[in-house]
């Protein structure tokens, strides 16, 4: 259980296992704990990281509109701070868009 100062936030994540890293984005409302059933199985081969994105869970929001752009850009900051080469990303609903845009 750690936080990254990214931007402006401290953003909450986790780490579980080790291998090549697999970047987890909760939906709208969530946190990363909703991938809790399945994260045994990612986690088998995988460092498997859990975020909480801003205003979710235990990353506090900003006074700034919650949009994609801004937010891929923090998973993007993340993984500077991790110092990860790449990482692959997945995400469900709002953490689907999310994981598109850190892409981008």
Excluded at 23 to 52: C, K, N, Q, S, W
Excluded at 73 to 90: E, K, N, S
């Amino acid at each position: 259980m750690s936080y990254a100062d990214v931007n402006g936030i401290s953003l909450y994540y986790e780490e579980h296992a080790s291998g090549r890293p697999l970047i987890l984005l909760h939906g709208g409302y969530g946190t990363g704990e909703m991938f809790a059933p399945i994260l045994p199985l990612l986690a088998g081969g995988r460092r498997v990281i859990t975020v909480d994105l801003r205003g979710h869970g235990r990353t506090a929001d900003m006074d700034r509109p919650l949009r994609f752009q801004t937010m891929g850009d923090d998973i993007a900051a993340l993984i500077g701070h991790l110092g990860l080469a790449q990482a692959d990303v997945m995400g469900y609903s709002l953490g689907a868009a999310t994981a598109l845009r850190t892409a981008i």
